[in-house]
């Protein structure tokens, strides 16, 4: 499942914090934000082996899969430049 996530990094970056514009990790067609010279942005999947419902822990924090599934999260920090995004984050 990593694997995957990884894979969906690589494939945002090529085609696309928490200040505007607020890129989720789920499919939304409605949006309208264009990423702009200088933007730094956060790239976030989660692949969830199981039915991707997800429950929040008492300390506000820690989200789980509600059905006890394995998940995966992976990260990766970049800069929207003219040419090819830059990753900050080490892989």
Not at 60 to 75: C, I
Request: hydrophobic share 45%; with cysteine; aromatic share 6%.
């Amino acid at each position: 499942m990593v694997a995957v996530a990884a894979a969906a990094v690589a494939a945002a970056t090529r085609v696309c914090q928490h200040e505007p514009p607020s890129v989720p990790n789920y499919a939304d067609f409605s949006a309208q934000h264009k990423l702009t010279e200088g933007l730094v942005i956060t790239i976030e999947p989660i692949i969830a082996a199981g039915t991707g419902e997800v429950s929040l822990d008492k300390d506000g924090w820690t989200y789980r899969t509600a059905d006890g599934s394995l998940s995966a999260h992976y990260e990766h920090t970049i800069v929207i430049t003219r040419g090819e995004p830059v990753l900050l984050t080490a892989a």
